[in-house]
C-alpha cells in the first residue's frame, strides 16, 4: 500500500468584482485538483485540493487580489491506496 495525500484548502471570500470570477476560477484549476466553488451574490465559498504545500501560499494570495478573504483554512489528509 501506499501512503497518499494532498492538501485540503477552504476559503471564503468576498469578491471585488463578480465580472473576475472566471479568471480566478481559472488561477485556482492550475494550482489543484478537485475545485469546487458556490458563489452566492458577490460572496465566493471556495474547497480545493493541493498535493503541493507551496501552493497553500500562492492560492490565499491569489484570493486575496481577488476580494476580502473572510476565512482561510488548511488540513493536509492522508489515505492509503493499493499499488497496482
Partial sequence: MRNNFHYEILATL???????????KNELLNLGTCLDISLYKNRARIHI????????????????????????SSEKEHWKEEES
Avoid: C, V, Y
Avoid at 14 to 24: G, T
Avoid at 61 to 67: E, F, N, S, T, V
Fill in 14 to 24: 468576498i469578491l471585488k468584482q463578480l465580472s473576475d470570477f472566471s479568471e480566478l
Fill in 49 to 72: 485540493h493541493s498535493p503541493d504545500s507551496e501552493n497553500k501560499e500562492t492560492i490565499r494570495k491569489i484570493l486575496q487580489k481577488a476580494g476580502e478573504l473572510t476565512s482561510f
